[in-house]
């Protein structure tokens, strides 16, 4: 009996069998890498190097080598921060939300979206780490440890103390989500390779799938715990952004001092998050030739909920400027009338255009399906995503109450070179990811093959 | 260790088939040893009769610990241990500290739940499963039964399973 | 045996009765010098430690070294961590003021102002504050010098005095040259050294000259001199181009004076009315209630023309020079006349015909006598430009044999210098005192440098009867010798100026002061107060007889009143001053009260000229060269376009261009001493004729530490009125945010979750009043040198890092119509009206900072400080970015002991440098978060010496170094919680009986406005309304 929805396009496409899912996702994990796979890396390499020279070169004169100054004491370093935490959380997002709402559609991009979730909060980590003047000292004086000075703690009243605990939470849990789900795939490469007879192979694979078996009463317990951790991390991954977003909400600078801040920055985390998903899986894809796993449907449902975070976080833009003219106070209405035509109005329209316009294109079906335009599109909204950050946090800082102390802020070689350097890390991982781990979990899509990819008997 | 164990093992590739056969099998007062499948399969603890997991009683009070620690570490820390003023706030002040219980709330409960799930169906990573059929991680559902806690036949049994269903039917010793 | 016969031996050596040991067997330390011997004194500690810097600053040219100096044996009175105070005077050329020197283990660390001084009152000026950075200055002569080699004493005294013999005998010219001395032991020892050399005589010139006054003065009253002013009994004062605050005879002086009648208050609705009619906006200007745009051709008409209408009041003969249509000069006559005899009429013209008139009208308004003391002379100034402009000529001629150049530069800052120097080498004996090498002392064939002035002993007679001593805070630290001692050298008496100087106080002042003491007793007396004040004033009447048609047709015949080409205006900068002490970092860090720019230098033009030749000078200080051609001469300087500067003139700064002064200030601007011409007898500041500017269109860019110019009418920065507004309403000029909740409008102070916390002890709190602030800037340098605040140089100013904790912000007004019209509140108008508005760490009891600081490096204090812990600090920044203030500055680099910083920063990167580091205060380090701290370590040691003394702390115990410094008394600092402080009944504060420690204070006084109240930081500093005194508010 064969049970193939009319109403809802298949996942799966090119009539999959259970027996296929295993062969085509493990291919790529036990074959050679292809050249194009050893050009990615080595480009990723060199930006990883140039990186970790800017890096170097800051720690050892000072924050000095960066742009910043008296008055804008932050602008490349945070904007990457929360422009990264952002993308961090499209993966768990698809794989705990999605899985609360059982959409099915999730289950052969949740992989790939949770190992980039787990590195993009990585490169998000560095950004507050090497931001700091004595990193030294502060990457373990922010953490509430008993110490040698006393009883001298940390400052529980801080956001950024907020945030030490909300990014090492979620950077945790999402790990822990994430390896639950390779375990049992971990266990299919093992017992292929023991067919193969491939003995090392074998051991590793064994050891990173903890001995699994697959036994009935274990996936009964394996479910309820992703289920427990799906349903752990949905507040999580909302409360994240919202803390983040709290490092400025908090603040009395005007422009930051806006108590619309968490709602809004988690729409926006997820609206970049899934773009970026989107411009890693369509690369992915083709890199594996993985077209029947990841359709255009899916592509589709992703544009979808990009327009509609697009058109959340255009929305919050728009009631920014109404409570700035509704307060009344002259320095939160003149932060947003010098965002729009002070000097970084470039900066400004930049986000516009490319957050709240661009998105709407989605609205047509024929852009919203082309691969294409997608994936220009999905770069096109974290170019927006980037400059929406860097709007909040230069142009409401470097023109603040006092204009005595007004000033501009110019980027160096050195705050460039350490965006870099996460690049460079974040496709190195990705790379390394995509070729040794199952970048589609295998055993999910298993469990749906039957009723979504139509057998031809 | 199960030495000397000899095993029946019925394999099936449709889980649907498999569900019937279960319970068909464990109708004929068969006892089924387990059921290995390469992804989950909807129904079949009931099947099996399998009691439902306590995991999230484990995670309710991993959560609920996690909460105290956080509240107590920040009202002793800044509340008694040393004060200090910030910001014109009282001492120990509530509504800065909710972030940070939240956190740690999730994070024990996470750990402590996947903590007690590898010990319960003991998972480490230098144990070799004792494996029936290679091929239950790969496309095929494999049912063990074992004969020494069955008074049934090897035959009858391999029968039952056949007209349950079952593509072939093999026997494995340990 | 019993047990009381056992002995305990106390060592091994009692043991074997060592005898060196049994010798000292009863003392518990022996040979530790803990016990004061009373050979050794505090002197021999220094010459100890004098020497052993003098060793440390030499070694380290070759190889970095550390030295220490161990207290081998404690001098009497220096003891470690104790500071020491010594009454003395700063003097540098006429510029005097009267000071106490802060010593610590020897050294000077600070200096600050003598308020038993009857001239300076205390006050102190920028340059003041910073002379204790010069004593370190590496540039300095390490000893004698002949040629470029190093010589000992004894030879270079054999050699010059041969030479100088050999050339009074031959009947050659001697010359002393130097500027104004205002020391009458060291005239007397010129006057010792002419009547050993017949032929010598001496010359004395002043940088800027004020020979023209000198000599209108004595063509008005038959006198050449210069009176005291008092500004403090002027209720109008009217100036023509005297920037009496800032630069002109005794700023300090002045600025204390008329700071009294600028002060306000409820009780007191009164406030003396200023006019000023200048070119550059000065700081006088600046300051000014009705300003006034001339040319300097036009200053001698303006004076004349104020001349007949006053004539005209005062029913006398008008004279024909004159010109109509100068802005409020009608206004000013009408009430200079209604305010006679309270009324004074200064003028910085150097031109004796416009002094004449001056004079006249100052006689005609009875200033003589009030405002004027026209017998009590000052000496400040003494130069005669006619006698150096003979001496040059003479040395070009060479008809000198020798000259000795007295602590003087001619060949930099004198118009002939370059003349001068070439005809240096025809002069067979040069000798310089100088105790750097400068542009002079290099050309000179004998380089004998003096002491620094806080090595010296001397005595000083600024004005008539008003004397003041200096004596040394440190022993030598180099082998100088005093320049007094070596002119009686070379005069053949080997006597020490110290008993020199103590000599003359016998003979000439201690019988007159008839104290009924012994001389030791009132020497030390002397010594202790630092100055003394003999008899009255002589009391001899002046009667005005200048022949003012003369000087009327002279005007005329000099000045035009509608010169079309352009005109160059020359002034003194505030920070280095005349060029004397360019290489003080400090003064090239200070920024400048108008321009705000700092190390460098610039020609200053008016917003319509600079459209008019293309300069294009951005916000950011993006500018480009004009070349500024004057007759043959010619100087490349970049542009600055200056709101306020009379279009169709430049002002172009003195004091930059040096060549021989240090790595500091080298080859930084150009000299712009040549640029003055002779005229009418006496020198000119100001060119007029056949100036021409060029634009060069090359890029530059000036550093500037505030580049945006106006407050875009934002009320809750700036609180400002007019009188005749504060006199209806004390709170004129008040903003009163209110918070708008859903039933009531509500004071942002009163919102708030948490009830705030008591200061049970103390809390401190400051106030300071924007009408007496005059902006002069010698808070920031006392702050620097107090609190070891580093100095980042030109490029790290251009990046916006500077680390002053203590800025004044400077505001123009603009002709925007109205408050939401951004882009024409940005621009300030032609002729602004400013503002100066000194901006520290508010020290909030809400403080933002504090809250976001994830490690609590950053906390409240029990008595109200916000204070900054270093230690734990881990540079995240984020309290900086949410300081409303912007007031916290970040170690973007390591600022000591870094070769980046070597040239712009010795006080932390030199072995010599180091010495002014004030050890009370942590050098930061790289990568943490610094701010002002209200002086907590002048807290801590006021409420220890209270302790000491088994005392309460009582008000003006604790004295932040701001405060000190502050000539006008804007700032006051105190403990709020003492109702009997001066800042208590300043603001007016009443307390809460419920809970009168509490951290809000319920303050009075109707002008005190917390800048930003509505985001509800509770600031515990507070400032009084800027209020003008003008007839009409132009919003």
Known sequence: MQVSSSLRESLITGGKTVGDVSEDICRQVEGKPTKLWWMAFGVSLVLLGFGVYTMSMTLWNGIGMWGLNKTVGWAWDITNFVWWVGIGHAGTLISAILLLFRQKWRMSINRAAEAMTIFAVICAATFPLIHMGRLWLGFYWALPLPNAFGSLWVNFNSPLLWDVFAISTYFTVSLVFWYIGLIPDFAVIRDRAVRMGNKTRATIYNALSFGWQGGAKTWMRYESVALILAGLSTPLVLSVHTIVSMDFATSVVPGWHTTIFPPYFVAGAIFSGFAMVLTLLLITRKVFKLEDYITIYHVELMNIIIIVTGSIVGIAYITEFFIAWYGQVPAEQYAFINRMFGPYWWAYWCMMTCNVISPQLFWFKKIRTSLVSTFVLSIVVNIGMWFERFVIIVSSLHRDYLPSSWSMFYPTMYDVGEYVLTFGFFFAAFLLFAKFFPVINMAEVKSIIKSSSEKKH | MESNKNFVLGVFDDEDVLLHAVEKVRGKGVKIHEVYSPFPVHGLDEALGYKKTRLPIAAFIFGMTGTSLALIMQIWMLGYDWPMIIGGKNFASLPPFIPVTFELTVLLSALGMVATFMIVSDMKPYKWPQQFDLRSTDDKHIMAIDLSTNKLAKADIGAILKDSGAQEVNDKNF | ?1035
Request: with cysteine; aromatic share 10%.
């Open chain 3, 1 to 1035: 045996m019993s047990i009381t016969k056992k002995t305990y031996w106390k060592g091994i050596q009692q043991l074997k009765n060592d005898p060196a040991f049994v010798k000292h067997a009863d003392k518990e330390f022996v040979d530790l010098g803990v016990e004061n011997d009373p050979r050794h004194t505090r002197r021999d500690f220094l010459k100890m430690m004098g020497f052993s810097v003098a060793a440390a600053s030499l070694a380290a040219c070759e190889a970095p070294i550390r030295k220490a100096i161990p207290f081998v044996n404690k001098p009497i009175d220096a003891d470690p961590s104790i500071p020491n105070y010594y009454a003395s005077t700063y003097v540098n050329g006429g510029d005097y003021c009267s000071v106490v020197v802060k010593t610590r283990e020897g050294r000077p660390i600070k200096i600050e102002g003598n308020t038993l001084s009857k001239v300076s009152m205390g006050g102190t000026n920028a340059q003041v504050e910073a002379s204790v950075m010069s004593l370190y200055d590496n540039y300095r002569l390490r000893g004698p010098k002949k040629g470029n080699d190093n010589a000992s004493w004894e030879d270079v005294d054999k050699e010059i005095t041969a030479k100088l013999q050999e050339v009074a005998a031959a009947n050659g010219q001697i010359r002393i040259v130097s500027n104004t001395i205002l020391s009458p032991s060291t005239k007397a020892a010129i006057e010792q050294f002419k009547s050993q050399y017949p032929t010598a005589s001496h010359v004395q010139y002043d940088q800027v000259s004020y020979y023209g006054m000198l000599k209108g003065n004595e063509a008005s009253f038959g006198k050449a001199f210069i009176p005291s002013y008092d500004f403090a009994k002027a209720k109008l004062i009217v100036s023509v181009g005297a920037d009496f605050l800032g630069t002109w005879l005794s700023p300090i002086e002045f600025t204390k004076q008329y700071s009294v009648n600028r002060k306000i208050s409820e009780d007191n609705r009164t406030m003396s009315r200023h006019f000023q009619f200048e070119t550059n906006l000065t700081l006088t200007g600046a300051n000014a209630d009705y300003r006034t745009m001339i040319k300097p051709s036009q200053q001698g008409l303006v004076v004349a023309q104020l001349y007949n209408l006053i004539a005209g009041k005062a029913g006398n003969a008008t004279i024909s020079a004159g010109m109509d249509k100068v802005n409020y000069l009608d206004k000013a006559a009408e009430e200079l006349w209604a305010n006679r005899g309270k009324a004074l009429l200064v003028c910085g013209s150097n031109d004796k015909d416009v002094q004449v008139l001056v004079n006249g009208i100052n006689a005609m308004l009875d200033s003589y006598g009030s405002t004027i003391l026209a017998d009590k002379a000052v000496n400040f100034r003494q130069g005669n430009d006619e006698a150096m402009a003979a001496f040059v000529a003479d040395a070009e001629a060479s008809r000198i044999g020798a000259v000795v150049f007295y602590n003087c530069n001619p060949v930099y800052d004198h118009p002939m210098g370059a003349q001068l120097g070439g005809a240096l080498k025809n002069i067979s004996l040069t000798v310089s005192t100088s105790y750097t090498e400068d542009e002079t002392a290099s050309m000179s064939a004998y380089k004998t440098p003096d002491h620094h002035y806080l090595e010296s002993w001397n005595d000083f007679e600024p004005k008539a009867n008003s004397f003041s001593l200096s004596q040394p805070a440190i022993t030598p630290i180099f082998k100088t010798r005093q320049a007094q001692e070596s002119l009686l050298m070379w005069a053949g008496q080997k006597v020490e100026y110290f008993s020199f100087v103590k000599n003359n106080w016998k003979n000439w002042y201690f019988n007159q002061s008839a104290l009924g003491l012994g001389f030791q007793a009132f020497w030390d007396k002397c010594l202790y107060d630092g100055v003394l004040e003999v008899g009255s004033e002589s009391g001899e009447s002046f009667s005005f007889a200048g022949d003012v048609n003369g000087a009327s047709s002279a005007v005329s015949a000099n000045y035009k009143a509608n010169n079309t080409g352009f005109e160059i205006a020359l002034y003194e900068s505030y920070g280095v001053g005349n060029g004397s002490q360019a290489n003080n970092p400090l003064l090239q860090e200070l920024p400048d009260p108008i321009t705000k720019a700092v190390w460098d230098h610039y020609a200053t033009i008016s917003q319509k000229d600079a459209a008019s030749l293309g300069v294009d000078n951005d916000a950011e200080g993006r500018t480009q060269y004009l070349n500024i051609a004057i007759g043959g001469k010619s100087v490349k300087l970049p542009a600055l376009v200056q709101p306020g500067q009379t279009p169709g003139t430049i002002g172009i700064a003195l004091g930059y261009g040096r060549t021989k002064v240090g790595k500091v200030a080298e080859n930084l601007g150009q000299n712009a001493y040549p640029l003055i011409v002779m005229a009418n007898g006496s020198l000119n500041y100001s060119v007029s004729t056949g100036v021409t500017p060029t634009f060069v269109d090359e890029p530059y860019q000036i550093a500037q530490t505030q580049i945006h110019q106006t407050y875009m009418g934002r009320s809750n920065v700036i609180q400002e009125s007019v009188l005749s507004e504060f006199k209806k309403d004390p709170e004129a000029g008040r903003e009163f945010t209110k918070i708008t909740k859903w039933e009531e409008k509500v004071d942002p102070g009163t919102i708030s979750m948490w009830k705030g916390h008591d200061y049970n002890n103390h809390h401190w709190g400051m106030s300071i009043d924007l009408n007496s602030c005059t902006g002069c800037g010698a808070c920031i340098v006392a702050c620097n040198v107090e609190n070891n605040v580093a100095l980042v140089g030109k490029q790290e100013v251009i990046n916006r890092r500077e680390m002053h904790w203590l800025r004044i912000d400077r505001y123009y007004s603009s002709d925007a119509a109205d408050i939401s019209d951004y882009e024409a509140l940005e621009h300030a108008s032609e002729n602004p009206e400013v503002v100066f508005q000194p901006m520290l760490c508010q020290h909030c009891n809400n403080a933002p900072c504090e809250t976001v600081c994830p490690v609590a490096a950053t906390t409240h204090s029990t008595e109200g400080l916000n204070q900054m812990t270093y230690n734990r600090c881990i540079g995240t920044r984020y309290c900086a970015n949410n300081c409303p203030y912007k007031v916290r500055r970040f170690n973007w680099f390591k600022y000591h002991d870094n070769q980046q910083f070597y040239e712009v920063n010795p006080s932390m990167n030199t072995d010599l440098g180091r010495m002014v580091l004030n050890p009370d205060v942590t050098v930061r380090s790289r990568g943490v978060m610094e701010k002002c701290s209200f002086c907590v370590q002048r807290i801590q040691s006021g409420k220890l010496t209270a302790k000491r003394e088994k005392r309460k702390l009582k008000d003006g115990d604790v004295v932040t170094a701001c405060q000190a410094s502050c000539t006008s008394g804007a700032i006051v600092f105190g403990d709020m919680n003492d109702s009997e402080s001066q800042i208590s009944k300043l603001l007016q504060i009443t307390r809460d009986e419920k809970r009168p420690n509490s951290s809000d204070k319920q303050i009075g006084n109707p002008r005190a406005y917390r800048v930003l109240e509505e985001i509800g930081v509770k600031p515990n500093i507070f400032y009084l309304t800027k209020i003008k005194n003008k007839d009409v508010t132009n919003a």
